[in-house]
């Protein structure tokens, strides 16, 4: 290969690498954080550096203009001019006798001009500049400044921030009754930790004088490295609906208000009437990146914090992937590894503006694990569930069966079940989860015991007053995400049908909605899940056989057989009416990335129908929650539920429904009275 091919070779190579470095660094550090992303990044580098070097070393400065050569004929003198410049000369003898001898001088003329310095086409593709050293080396920097941006995320949280010394205390589950406080410490002066409470709200009526005093709610004798640091103490004997202030002797503070006593809405100022809390999923420190950001900075932390003001929110329902322990970079497979995440969440400079007056209820969902986590408790499971267990199912609602992992619990006008939709769950096996021809399930998402609960819980009464069963899943129940199905209920649709049945008969039954929170996708969708609307044939016992004239078809003497002992199945059409529609909301992340494409499409399970009904898809935006606020208005026999979606800080989108109208009759005449 000659010389200027192999400069042109160069060239590509130079050009190839450069653009492909800055490509997958804007990619990983602006919209996806993976892990496979850096190796390449890394691998770019390397031969841009190479192919860079070779390029400037062989790239030429000027460029010729004109090349002239021009022979001149001189009488040769015989003498050796030393004063005449150097020249190519040949001495030739004498053309014709008599005639002087001749030199011939053959002189060359080459006109050059300095190359431009292409600065837009240098700085936009990495390739180095044909006459500026300035120039080629900016280029250069940017690369390279890009590649250490891209170290800088991986590695400087972990590195320089691995908050062993963190000092935390946060408010968990508030009842109408009491309230369970998380604490961690790791500095042995600081015990024992006790804690003290006191009421906090001005005085409601005229010369009514609260006690305010503080109230010990006990102490923490001592902590050790068995739960990295951490303990719980509860408040108990509180009033509903009351604000309190709370202090531990280890310089923590903050308030707290009491959820209204069940069935009931607050009465509070500026409350009154109404019962919000929020959701979300999906936590990633400092990204999108920045520079010049705390590596523990979290932007959707404090876009909540700003939101937060003016929704008076009961609590955060947060539905997984509070951290990501597989996103950029793995650390290990270790608890202390799994623990190191949650400290770092938990000390980032954003995180006590979010929690200083919000309690936090958790659920998780697979990047506490590993992504798409479906191995239930083998590998490393263990070494996640650690700081899971620790930093939130211990102050989380009360589990429906000791030691496992999902919750339910009431407050106000709605009844809430958590589930665990992790570890229990059948591996994905590429099928949809339900029986092609019957439908039945093939695979389990929830487990037996799971399932059995909530279907106890869906078929529950609720006490008067609670017009909401809110069921919270850290994936969606909607099949309308197509990219990663198999993750998500899509999955297990045969389950689903189970569970969404026994949701329409929720709503056969009138007076009490059901909804769905959801959230992993990265992005927001409000989805509706009507109800057949020629309902179900359903089998309902056995019956003799309808009357037939002579079954078998025998004729004269021939004795015929008796047939009344036989029986067959009984069956009836169950219909269900219009307004026992469920209703998904799935919103995230609260601060990581959302994906470039879109991943949601209306679809259904049935030809005749559309069962899954897409509301509203609103994918973009590096921060998404939703705040639910339940009303019930005193002119209506019907609660309101209304949900507010933000975007990057900001109200993007809302909508209302009802609850089924609570009156007897057909899904046909019910459905005269919803409208």
């Not at 400087?156 to 408010?171: K, M, N, Q």
């Not at 909540?304 to 955060?316: C, I, P, W």
């Not at 078929?459 to 197509?482: C, D, H, Q």
Request: with cysteine.
């Amino acid at each position: 290969m000659g010389g200027d091919e192999l400069n042109q070779v160069a060239k590509y190579v130079t050009l190839i690498s450069s653009l492909g470095l800055r490509a997958g660094a804007y990619v990983f550090l602006r919209w996806i954080p993976g892990h496979h992303l850096p190796p390449s990044i890394y691998a770019f580098l390397a031969v841009y550096v190479t192919s860079f070097v070779y390029n400037l070393i062989h790239t030429e400065p000027y460029r010729v203009i004109s090349d002239e050569i021009d022979v001149v004929a001189r009488e040769s003198t015989g003498e050796d001019d030393g004063d005449r410049a150097p020249s190519d000369s040949v001495k030739i003898g004498a053309v014709a006798e008599g005639e002087p001898e001749l030199d011939l001088d053959v002189e060359e003329t080459i006109i050059v001009e300095e190359n431009e310095p292409e600065v837009v086409q240098t700085l936009l593709t990495g390739l180095p500049s044909p006459s500026s050293l300035l120039w080629s080396g900016l280029t250069f920097v940017i690369n390279l400044a890009a590649v250490l941006m891209v170290l800088d995320l991986v590695y400087r949280g972990p590195t320089f921030h691995p908050a062993h010394d963190l000092s935390l205390a946060r408010v968990g589950y508030v009842s109408d009754r009491d309230a369970k406080l998380l604490v961690r410490e790791p500095d042995g002066s600081k015990y024992p930790v006790s804690a003290s409470y006191r009421y906090a709200d001005s005085p409601v009526s005229m010369g009514s004088r609260p006690d305010g005093t503080w109230k010990s709610a006990g102490q923490l004798a001592w902590l050790d490295n068995s739960t990295d640091f951490t303990g719980t103490l509860e408040l108990t004997r509180l009033k509903p609906d009351t604000r309190y202030q709370w202090h531990l002797s280890s310089n923590h503070s903050g308030h707290f208000t009491t959820a209204p006593a069940v069935g009931s809405l607050s009465g509070r100022f500026g409350t009154e009437g109404v019962f919000t809390f929020v959701h979300s999923s999906c936590l990633k420190n400092n990204f999108p990146y920045r520079p010049f950001r705390h590596a523990l900075s979290n932007p959707g932390l404090k876009h909540l914090s700003a939101a937060l003001l003016g929704l008076k929110a009961q609590f955060m329902l947060f539905l997984g992937d509070f951290i990501y322990i597989d996103v950029p970079r793995r650390p290990g497979v270790m608890a202390e590894d799994y623990r190191r995440e949650y400290r770092q969440t938990y000390a980032s400079p954003d995180w006590t503006a979010a929690a200083r007056e919000l309690p936090w209820i958790h659920v998780y969902d697979d990047h506490e694990v590993a992504n798409d986590w479906d191995k239930n408790t083998t590998g490393v499971f263990e070494a996640a569930f650690d700081p899971y267990r620790n930093y939130h199912t211990s102050v989380n609602p009360p589990a429906v069966r000791p030691g496992e992992s999902w919750f339910s619990f009431v407050q106000g006008p709605a009844s809430f079940f958590m589930l665990d939709t992790r570890r229990y769950r059948a591996p994905n096996d590429n099928t949809n989860g339900s029986d092609p021809i019957t439908g039945a399930p093939t695979k389990s998402l929830l487990g037996e015991h799971q399932l059995a609960d909530l279907l106890s819980w869906l078929k529950r009464r609720e006490p008067s007053g609670v017009r909401w069963k809110i069921l919270v899943s850290s994936i969606p129940f909607t099949k309308n995400w197509w990219f990663g199905a198999q993750d998500t209920w899509r999955g297990y649709l045969g389950e689903r049908q189970i569970i969404l049945e026994a949701m329409w008969d929720v709503g056969l039954e009138g007076g009490v909605g059901v909804v769905v929170l959801s959230g992993d996708r990265h992005e927001f969708a409000a989805t509706a899940f009507p109800p057949p609307p020629d309902g179900k044939e359903e089998i309902v016992g056995l019956g003799p056989l309808p009357p037939i004239a002579n079954p078998f078809g025998l004729k004269g003497s021939v004795i015929e057989p008796d047939v009344s002992n036989l029986q067959t199945l009984r069956t009836r059409r169950k219909r269900w009416p219009l307004s026992a529609t469920v209703h998904e909301f799935s919103a995230s992340p609260l601060s990581m990335f959302y994906l470039p494409y879109r991943t949601y499409k209306e679809s259904s399970t049935s030809p005749d129908y559309i069962s899954d009904v897409c509301i509203k898809y609103i994918p973009d935006g590096n921060s998404k929650f939703g705040a639910v606020s339940i009303s019930n208005p005193t002119t209506s026999d019907q609660s309101i539920l209304h949900y507010r979606l933000f975007v990057d800080g900001v109200e993007k989108w809302s909508y209302t429904i009802t609850t089924p109208p609570d009156v007897t009759g057909s899904a046909r005449s019910k459905d005269a009275i919803w409208g």
